[in-house]
Protein backbone atom coordinates (compact mmCIF):
# COMPACT_ATOMS: atom_id res chain seq x y z
CA UNK A 1 0.00 0.00 0.00
CA UNK A 2 0.81 3.83 -0.32
CA UNK A 3 0.95 6.45 2.03
CA UNK A 4 1.22 10.12 1.95
CA UNK A 5 1.71 11.91 4.85
CA UNK A 6 1.64 15.44 5.77
CA UNK A 7 2.65 17.85 8.31
CA UNK A 8 3.46 21.61 9.37
CA UNK A 9 0.59 23.20 8.66
CA UNK A 10 -1.13 25.60 11.12
CA UNK A 11 -2.09 29.25 12.23
CA UNK A 12 -0.17 32.54 10.95
CA UNK A 13 -0.12 35.88 10.81
CA UNK A 14 -0.88 37.70 7.34
CA UNK A 15 2.78 38.29 5.97
CA UNK A 16 3.99 35.21 8.00
CA UNK A 17 5.57 31.60 6.33
CA UNK A 18 4.96 28.16 6.74
CA UNK A 19 6.55 25.24 5.21
CA UNK A 20 4.41 22.17 4.31
CA UNK A 21 6.17 18.36 3.99
CA UNK A 22 4.72 15.37 2.75
CA UNK A 23 6.34 12.06 2.69
CA UNK A 24 5.23 9.03 0.35
CA UNK A 25 5.97 5.52 1.79
CA UNK A 26 5.41 2.06 0.78
CA UNK A 27 5.17 -0.20 -2.43
CA UNK A 28 6.36 2.69 -4.60
CA UNK A 29 8.68 1.91 -7.98
CA UNK A 30 8.82 5.48 -9.19
CA UNK A 31 6.92 8.99 -8.62
CA UNK A 32 6.09 11.02 -11.62
CA UNK A 33 4.34 14.09 -11.01
CA UNK A 34 4.20 15.45 -7.30
CA UNK A 35 1.91 18.38 -6.29
CA UNK A 36 0.41 20.46 -3.53
CA UNK A 37 -3.64 21.57 -4.34
CA UNK A 38 -5.75 23.31 -1.78
CA UNK A 39 -9.60 23.39 -0.88
CA UNK A 40 -11.57 26.01 1.08
CA UNK A 41 -15.22 24.85 1.79
CA UNK A 42 -17.64 24.84 -0.71
CA UNK A 43 -15.02 25.62 -3.63
CA UNK A 44 -13.73 23.26 -5.99
CA UNK A 45 -10.02 21.34 -5.21
CA UNK A 46 -7.47 23.84 -6.07
CA UNK A 47 -4.13 23.19 -7.79
CA UNK A 48 -1.33 25.34 -6.02
CA UNK A 49 2.48 23.65 -7.35
CA UNK A 50 3.63 21.07 -9.34
CA UNK A 51 6.77 19.79 -9.98
CA UNK A 52 8.04 16.92 -12.09
CA UNK A 53 11.48 15.62 -11.30
CA UNK A 54 13.99 18.03 -13.38
CA UNK A 55 11.23 19.92 -14.94
CA UNK A 56 10.52 23.67 -14.15
CA UNK A 57 8.10 24.00 -11.91
CA UNK A 58 4.28 25.30 -11.89
CA UNK A 59 2.51 27.41 -10.30
CA UNK A 60 -0.95 29.23 -10.03
CA UNK A 61 -1.21 32.90 -10.56
CA UNK A 62 -2.86 33.46 -6.87
CA UNK A 63 0.75 31.79 -5.69
CA UNK A 64 3.25 33.25 -8.47
CA UNK A 65 6.24 34.91 -6.34
CA UNK A 66 5.38 33.52 -2.85
CA UNK A 67 5.54 29.51 -2.92
CA UNK A 68 8.18 27.48 -3.91
CA UNK A 69 7.71 23.78 -4.58
CA UNK A 70 10.73 21.20 -3.84
CA UNK A 71 10.98 17.70 -3.82
CA UNK A 72 13.61 14.71 -2.62
CA UNK A 73 13.40 12.63 -5.31
CA UNK A 74 16.13 9.99 -3.27
CA UNK A 75 13.70 10.41 -0.05
CA UNK A 76 9.89 10.28 -1.83
CA UNK A 77 9.81 14.04 -0.42
CA UNK A 78 7.65 16.96 -1.75
CA UNK A 79 7.39 20.64 0.48
CA UNK A 80 5.89 23.88 0.23
CA UNK A 81 7.50 26.78 1.01
CA UNK A 82 4.87 29.22 1.51
CA UNK A 83 6.06 33.03 2.64
CA UNK A 84 3.91 36.39 2.91
CA UNK A 85 1.09 34.50 3.31
CA UNK A 86 -2.44 35.92 3.06
CA UNK A 87 -5.47 35.70 4.57
CA UNK A 88 -7.13 34.12 1.51
CA UNK A 89 -4.41 31.48 1.34
CA UNK A 90 -6.44 29.86 4.20
CA UNK A 91 -7.18 26.50 3.19
CA UNK A 92 -7.04 22.52 3.73
CA UNK A 93 -3.64 21.94 1.87
CA UNK A 94 -3.24 18.29 -0.22
CA UNK A 95 -0.14 16.49 -1.51
CA UNK A 96 -0.72 14.54 -4.58
CA UNK A 97 1.76 12.24 -5.97
CA UNK A 98 1.55 10.00 -9.34
CA UNK A 99 3.12 6.79 -8.62
CA UNK A 100 4.26 3.60 -10.31
CA UNK A 101 4.15 0.87 -7.85
CA UNK A 102 5.43 -2.09 -9.75
CA UNK A 103 7.78 -2.50 -13.17
CA UNK A 104 4.63 -2.29 -15.46
CA UNK A 105 4.51 1.60 -16.61
CA UNK A 106 1.52 2.84 -14.99
CA UNK A 107 0.83 5.32 -12.47
CA UNK A 108 -2.04 6.03 -10.02
CA UNK A 109 -3.11 9.34 -8.50
CA UNK A 110 -2.26 9.15 -4.42
CA UNK A 111 -3.95 11.75 -1.59
CA UNK A 112 -2.37 12.85 1.33
CA UNK A 113 -5.03 13.65 4.32
CA UNK A 114 -4.73 17.25 4.25
CA UNK A 115 -3.54 19.66 6.60
CA UNK A 116 -5.53 23.11 7.62
CA UNK A 117 -3.51 26.26 6.93
CA UNK A 118 -5.27 29.29 8.67
CA UNK A 119 -3.83 32.83 8.04
CA UNK A 120 -5.04 35.26 9.94
CA UNK A 121 -5.45 39.34 8.92
Known amino acids: QVQLVESGGGLVQAGGSLRLSCAAT????????MAWYREIPGQERELVAS???????KYSASVQGRFTISRDSAKNTVSLQMNNLKPEDTAVYYCMSNIQRTRVRIFFKFWGQGTQVTVAS
Open 26 to 33: GQIFSIGT
Open 51 to 57: ILNDEEP
